[in-house]
C-alpha cells in the first residue's frame, strides 16, 4: 500500500515517538466488526449462535471483533450490523435514551443511526438523515432489516432539517463527511482522492454542517461530531473552532474507556490502529446551554382501515389496535410525539405496516422485520443450514401447509420475511431486491 508522502509527513509531526508503531499497523489486517442488534437479540445470546469466533470490543457492550458475511442469514434476519470497531465508539458516546428526540446528521448507510436506534429501545423520535439520495436508500433498507420502528428516514440538506424543526433534538450526532484517513487501511481505493488540499477542503464542510447541527440541537441537548480521520484540521481544531464560534455551547469531556486515547484538545477522544481494535476514530461532544427547546404541532393520524384491522386479527397474536398514518394506500406507525413533516424528503415514517388493495391488505417487509418469534400467528421456523431456508432466501417457493394467509419465516427463531401459504405451498414475500442470487 502506498501512502501519499504529505500524508506521511503529516502523521509523523502528530504522532511523535509512536509514529513507527502507527506505520507498522499498515501491515496488519484490517479490523472487522459486528454490532448485535439489541432490539432482536441480547449480545450474549448472539455470541452462542454465532458462526463465526467473537471477541468483545471495550467500549461498545454489543460489539465484537470478527469475520462476519453479509449474506448469511443472520444478517439477513438484521441479528447484526457489520460495523468496524472504532465506528461503534460513537452510539454510547452520545448516549441517546428512550423516549428521547434523537438526530442522525449525515446517516448513510445507517451504522450509527442503527445503533443510535437501538439504544432508544423502538421509543421516542429518531430522525435518520442522509443529504445522497441514493446512499438514503441503502439506510432505509438497513433501518427496516434491524427491525426499527420510531425512525424518520429523510433526505435532506442539513439547512432544511434546521429551517423545519429548529432547536428540537435532545441529541445529535455529526458524523461527518471526512478524508476518511482511518479507512486507508480497509478501503485503499480511498488513498488516491487524498490530496494536500484535502484536509482543508474537508474542514470548511465539517464547519458548515457543525453550525447548522448547533442550531437543532435543544438548550440542555448534546451534539456529538465524530470522523474516521487523523487530521488535526478535521477534529481537534474543528471542534475548537466550532466552540469559539458557538458560546452557547461548552465542550462535555468524554470518559475515557479503555481503547480510547485523549485528542489534542483535552476531553475529545482518538482510537488509533496501533492502539486499539479498531481503524481510527475522533470524538469531540458538546453540551448547550439554555433551556430553549422548539415545539412542532404533531402528525395528524387515522384509525386503522378496515382492511388491516381484519389483517390484523388474522396475523398477530395480540393485534393493537393503535391509528395510523395513512399515506395514499399504504399504513404506517409514525414514531412517538411525531411531528408534522410536511415540505421535507421523507423516505419512511416509523413503521411500514403495508398497502390496501381493495379489500385485502398486503404486508410489508420492514413489518415483519419488526417481529420477534411468537409475534406471527403462522411461523415457518428453519435452520440457517437448512435448504429450504436458502431456497426462500433465493426467492423460490417451499413446500407448506394447506393452510390460507400470511405468515413469517424464521431463521434460527428471528423473522427474515414474510411468506403466504397458498394451497400446500409457501409463496415467498422476500422483496426482489433482497433475495441472494
Ligand atoms: C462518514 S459518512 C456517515 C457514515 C454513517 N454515519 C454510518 O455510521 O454508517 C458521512 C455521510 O455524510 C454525507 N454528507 C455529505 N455531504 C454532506 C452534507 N453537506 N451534509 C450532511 N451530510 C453530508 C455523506 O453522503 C455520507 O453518507
Given at each position: 500500500m502506498k501512502l501519499p508522502d504529505a500524508f506521511l509527513a503529516n502523521m509523523k509531526e502528530l504522532l511523535g515517538d509512536e509514529y513507527g508503531a502507527f506505520l507498522a499497523s499498515y501491515a496488519e489486517k484490517p479490523e472487522r466488526g459486528l454490532r448485535v442488534n439489541t432490539l432482536k437479540i441480547a449480545p450474549e445470546d448472539y455470541r452462542e449462535l454465532s458462526p463465526w469466533p467473537l471477541t468483545p470490543v471495550p467500549?461498545?457492550?454489543?460489539g465484537y471483533v470478527g469475520a462476519a458475511e453479509g449474506r448469511h442469514p443472520h444478517h439477513l434476519a438484521g441479528l447484526f450490523y457489520i460495523q468496524e470497531?472504532?465506528?461503534?465508539?460513537?452510539a454510547g458516546t452520545l448516549d441517546p435514551k428512550p423516549h428521547e428526540r434523537v438526530l442522525?446528521?449525515?446517516?448513510?448507510?445507517g451504522g450509527k443511526a442503527t445503533a443510535l436506534a437501538a439504544r432508544m429501545e423502538n421509543t421516542g423520535f429518531f430522525v435518520a438523515n442522509e443529504i445522497v439520495p441514493a446512499r438514503a436508500r441503502t439506510l432505509l433498507s438497513n433501518v427496516e432489516r434491524m427491525g426499527i420502528r420510531n425512525a424518520v428516514v429523510v433526505s435532506e440538506d442539513p439547512r432544511r432539517l434546521l429551517d423545519h424543526f429548529?432547536?428540537?433534538?435532545d441529541r445529535v450526532l455529526v458524523d461527518a463527511p471526512c478524508s476518511?484517513?482511518?479507512?486507508f487501511r480497509r478501503e485503499p481505493e480511498g488513498i488516491a482522492l487524498w490530496n494536500g488540499k484535502t484536509n482543508e477542503a474537508c474542514a470548511q464542510r465539517q464547519s458548515r454542517i457543525l453550525d447548522t447541527a448547533a442550531g437543532l440541537v435543544r438548550g440542555g441537548g448534546r451534539l456529538l461530531y465524530s470522523t474516521c480521520t487523523f487530521s488535526p484540521l478535521e477534529n481537534e481544531e474543528a471542534a475548537a473552532g466550532f466552540l469559539a464560534r458557538h458560546s452557547d455551547f461548552v465542550l462535555e469531556p468524554i470518559a475515557p474507556l479503555p481503547g480510547f486515547s485523549e485528542g489534542l484538545l483535552p476531553g475529545t477522544v482518538r482510537i488509533w490502529p496501533h492502539k486499539a481494535p479498531g481503524e481510527g476514530h475522533f470524538m469531540a461532544r458538546f453540551r448547550k446551554k439554555g433551556e430553549e427547546a422548539s415545539r412542532l404541532p404533531e402528525l395528524a393520524l387515522d384509525a386503522a382501515p378496515k382492511p388491516l384491522r381484519e389483517f390484523a386479527e388474522g396475523f398477530f397474536t395480540a393485534s393493537e389496535e393503535g391509528p395510523v398514518l395513512p399515506l395514499k394506500e399504504s399504513c404506517f406507525v409514525p414514531p412517538e410525539g411525531c411531528p408534522r413533516l410536511s415540505g421535507l424528503r421523507v423516505?419512511?415514517?416509523?413503521?411500514?405496516?403495508g398497502e390496501v388493495r381493495g379489500k385485502h391488505f398486503v404486508p410489508h417487509h420492514a413489518m415483519a422485520m419488526a417481529l420477534l418469534k411468537?409475534?406471527?400467528?403462522?411461523e415457518l421456523a428453519l435452520a440457517a443450514d437448512d435448504p429450504r431456508l436458502l431456497a426462500y432466501l433465493r426467492g423460490e417457493t417451499v413446500p407448506g401447509a394447506p393452510d390460507r394467509g400470511w405468515g413469517v419465516v424464521l431463521v434460527d427463531g428471528y423473522p427474515v420475511g414474510l411468506m403466504r401459504e397458498s394451497e400446500g405451498i409457501y409463496k415467498n414475500g422476500l422483496p426482489k431486491g433482497l433475495r441472494l442470487y
Amino acid at each position: 500500500m502506498k501512502l501519499p508522502d504529505a500524508f506521511l509527513a503529516n502523521m509523523k509531526e502528530l504522532l511523535g515517538d509512536e509514529y513507527g508503531a502507527f506505520l507498522a499497523s499498515y501491515a496488519e489486517k484490517p479490523e472487522r466488526g459486528l454490532r448485535v442488534n439489541t432490539l432482536k437479540i441480547a449480545p450474549e445470546d448472539y455470541r452462542e449462535l454465532s458462526p463465526w469466533p467473537l471477541t468483545p470490543v471495550p467500549w461498545e457492550a454489543a460489539g465484537y471483533v470478527g469475520a462476519a458475511e453479509g449474506r448469511h442469514p443472520h444478517h439477513l434476519a438484521g441479528l447484526f450490523y457489520i460495523q468496524e470497531p472504532s465506528a461503534m465508539a460513537a452510539a454510547g458516546t452520545l448516549d441517546p435514551k428512550p423516549h428521547e428526540r434523537v438526530l442522525d446528521l449525515s446517516a448513510a448507510p445507517g451504522g450509527k443511526a442503527t445503533a443510535l436506534a437501538a439504544r432508544m429501545e423502538n421509543t421516542g423520535f429518531f430522525v435518520a438523515n442522509e443529504i445522497v439520495p441514493a446512499r438514503a436508500r441503502t439506510l432505509l433498507s438497513n433501518v427496516e432489516r434491524m427491525g426499527i420502528r420510531n425512525a424518520v428516514v429523510v433526505s435532506e440538506d442539513p439547512r432544511r432539517l434546521l429551517d423545519h424543526f429548529g432547536p428540537y433534538f435532545d441529541r445529535v450526532l455529526v458524523d461527518a463527511p471526512c478524508s476518511g484517513e482511518g479507512m486507508f487501511r480497509r478501503e485503499p481505493e480511498g488513498i488516491a482522492l487524498w490530496n494536500g488540499k484535502t484536509n482543508e477542503a474537508c474542514a470548511q464542510r465539517q464547519s458548515r454542517i457543525l453550525d447548522t447541527a448547533a442550531g437543532l440541537v435543544r438548550g440542555g441537548g448534546r451534539l456529538l461530531y465524530s470522523t474516521c480521520t487523523f487530521s488535526p484540521l478535521e477534529n481537534e481544531e474543528a471542534a475548537a473552532g466550532f466552540l469559539a464560534r458557538h458560546s452557547d455551547f461548552v465542550l462535555e469531556p468524554i470518559a475515557p474507556l479503555p481503547g480510547f486515547s485523549e485528542g489534542l484538545l483535552p476531553g475529545t477522544v482518538r482510537i488509533w490502529p496501533h492502539k486499539a481494535p479498531g481503524e481510527g476514530h475522533f470524538m469531540a461532544r458538546f453540551r448547550k446551554k439554555g433551556e430553549e427547546a422548539s415545539r412542532l404541532p404533531e402528525l395528524a393520524l387515522d384509525a386503522a382501515p378496515k382492511p388491516l384491522r381484519e389483517f390484523a386479527e388474522g396475523f398477530f397474536t395480540a393485534s393493537e389496535e393503535g391509528p395510523v398514518l395513512p399515506l395514499k394506500e399504504s399504513c404506517f406507525v409514525p414514531p412517538e410525539g411525531c411531528p408534522r413533516l410536511s415540505g421535507l424528503r421523507v423516505l419512511r415514517c416509523g413503521l411500514a405496516l403495508g398497502e390496501v388493495r381493495g379489500k385485502h391488505f398486503v404486508p410489508h417487509h420492514a413489518m415483519a422485520m419488526a417481529l420477534l418469534k411468537g409475534d406471527a400467528r403462522r411461523e415457518l421456523a428453519l435452520a440457517a443450514d437448512d435448504p429450504r431456508l436458502l431456497a426462500y432466501l433465493r426467492g423460490e417457493t417451499v413446500p407448506g401447509a394447506p393452510d390460507r394467509g400470511w405468515g413469517v419465516v424464521l431463521v434460527d427463531g428471528y423473522p427474515v420475511g414474510l411468506m403466504r401459504e397458498s394451497e400446500g405451498i409457501y409463496k415467498n414475500g422476500l422483496p426482489k431486491g433482497l433475495r441472494l442470487y
